[in-house]
């Protein structure tokens, strides 16, 4: 496997609190160290991951925050998400874009059961946008 560097944050909208983010700060995931200014402005974590991809790697960081400390971190780090870069730039979208998606739902009534249901829903077109179709990058 390969090491990645993860940096997660917390777009911090709507406004937290700093006690929020007091259990992640006091014990960040191994490997990880914890700032309220990351990336000069927002509370986060930065650090190095053992898995087999880069979204992998994110996943496994933002559920053990999540699942330690019951904060979200909602940002993956991506400025223009819009844009495909590489292989790897492009699976930190893809994981930034679901915690954005998370995270925005909670606040307009859905449930990850509804974000579920919505991938779910257009899977059946799923293989036909990867390799050997209009995939930009294979």
Known sequence: ??????????????KKKADHFAAPAADPP??????????????????TREAPTLFHAI????????????????DAGIEKPAEWIDEETNQQTVAHLLLA????AAYCGLT??????????????????GPGSDRPFV
């Open 30 to 47: 191994a490997g990880f160290t914890y700032s309220d200014r990351t990336w000069d402005h927002y509370p986060g974590v930065t650090g």
């Open 101 to 104: 998606a998370v995270h925005r």
């Open 59 to 74: 996943t496994e960081v933002a559920a053990e925050v999540a699942s330690r400390h019951g904060v979200l971190l909602n």
């Open 112 to 129: 990850v059961d509804d974000l579920v249901g919505l991938l779910r829903s257009v899977e059946p077109a799923f293989p036909q946008a």
């Open 1 to 14: 496997m390969t090491h990645h560097e993860v940096t997660l944050l917390h777009d911090n909208w709507p």
